[in-house]
C-alpha cells in the first residue's frame, strides 16, 4: 500500500474513464515575458481535476494526505505542486469536492475499513469526516 503525498498524486494513473474524480477551483496568472505583449486580464479561474486512484493502490489516500475537513490541509505546498505540473504560478486553491459513483465510494469505505490504523480513526465514517467533511458527491 502505497502513502505517497503529493502531486506525482496530481497524475492520476488513469486519465481518462475515471469513475471518481477531486475537483478543485484554482487561479492561475499568466506571465510574459515578451515585450510589447500582455494579457488582460492576467489570471482566471478554473477547474482542475484529478482521478481519484482506486482504493488500495499508489495514490488512493491523495485524500488523506491534501485533505482536511473538506479542505486543503495545506494550500501553499498544493499551489506549489499545481505550479510545477502546470508550468504557471497559482494564486489560489481550494477543494470543492470528491465526484465519484458508488461503486468507487463503496471500494473507498472497504478499503478504509480494512486500514483504519493508517487514518487514526476508530470509524469509516470518522475518516470520511476527517478528510472529505461533506465534499462527496455521489453521481
Request: hydrophobic share 40%; net charge negative.
Amino acid at each position: 500500500m502505497d502513502t505517497t503525498d503529493g502531486l506525482a498524486s496530481l497524475q492520476p494513473t488513469e486519465p481518462d474513464g475515471a469513475t471518481a474524480r477531486y475537483v478543485f477551483r484554482v487561479e492561475l496568472r499568466l506571465e510574459l515575458d515578451t515585450t510589447g505583449l500582455w494579457i488582460e486580464p492576467d489570471r482566471f479561474e478554473t477547474t482542475l481535476y484529478r482521478t481519484a486512484d482506486d482504493p488500495g493502490t499508489s495514490g488512493w489516500l491523495f485524500f488523506r494526505d491534501m485533505l482536511w475537513r473538506g479542505k486543503l490541509a495545506d494550500e501553499p505546498h498544493f499551489r506549489r505542486l499545481v505550479e510545477d505540473e502546470l508550468g504557471c504560478p497559482v494564486v489560489s486553491a481550494s477543494f470543492s469536492e470528491l465526484r465519484t459513483d458508488k461503486t468507487h465510494l463503496e471500494a473507498v469505505k472497504a478499503e478504509i475499513a480494512d486500514n483504519l490504523a493508517l487514518f487514526n480513526a476508530s470509524s469509516v465514517s470518522d475518516v470520511l469526516n476527517k478528510y472529505l467533511g461533506s465534499s462527496i458527491r455521489v453521481e
